[in-house]
């Protein structure tokens, strides 16, 4: 079965602590990226990733880090610095292609900060 | 700057009825239009990718269609079920995805 995979599905963070969120795929795609919900707001983009190694600030990357060490993986750490962490992150991929980029979803990671 | 918005926020209808969500974009040099599901405390799922260069596509019950020049897309839903109740979300791709912020929608027996 092919499809983006998130982990865990909740997640509670003290303050002050950093946390990571999981995301794989295996749909073989090359672009990867990560966004941010909350109530009432459309989702804005945290980071982004092309390849493997790379990688780019979305509109909100403050707070936030990368890493894209595998094609298949793309994990977020969200870090004691973004103020105000409490929000539905979600996980996307799609082919590497800037004119027809269908994004694919994962099933979400709901981050509470205690 | 790109922005998208969603009219009417909700809307609540009885089963059978077809129906028509709205989305309009201010740039309309975009390179696609896309509809999404997402149903409460799930992740999105694509229902629809209209390319710039085409007017419409269809899925099932779903037609999706795209005016580039007036910066408008509809979604339209055809004899609805309770099963379709959720948030419909479009995004414009540019350079990355900007999306609405929804249409949450209730379909009651």
């Known amino acids: 079965d092919g499809g983006i995979t998130q982990s865990p599905k909740y997640l509670f963070r003290k303050e002050g602590q950093n946390v990571t969120l999981s995301c794989e795929q295996n749909l073989n795609h090359d672009a990867m990226y990560w966004y941010r919900q909350d109530p009432g707001q459309g989702l804005r983009l945290i980071y982004y990733s092309q390849i493997v190694n790379d990688f780019q600030k979305g509109d909100i990357a403050e707070g936030y880090s990368v890493s894209r060490e595998k094609k298949e993986s793309f994990p977020l750490t969200v870090t004691s610095a973004q103020k105000n962490p409490t929000a539905f992150y979600l996980c996307a991929s799609s082919i590497f292609s800037e004119r027809y980029n269908e994004q694919f979803f994962g099933p979400g990671t709901r981050l509470t900060v205690l | 700057k790109q922005e998208v918005t969603q009219i009417p926020a909700a809307l609540s209808v009885p089963e059978g009825e077809n129906l028509v969500l709205n989305c309009s974009f201010t740039?309309?040099?975009?390179?696609?239009l896309q509809w999404f599901r997402q149903d409460p405390g799930k992740g999105l799922t694509s229902l629809l990718l209209i390319q710039s260069s085409q007017r419409e596509q269809t899925s099932g019950r779903l037609n999706a269609s795209l005016d580039k020049s007036s910066g408008r897309s509809t979604l339209y839903i055809a004899a609805s079920q309770p099963g379709d109740s959720a948030t419909y979300l479009c995004a414009v791709s540019a350079d990355k995805l900007i999306f609405g912020t929804g249409t949450r929608l209730q379909v009651f027996p």
């Open positions: 740039d309309s040099a975009i390179y696609n």
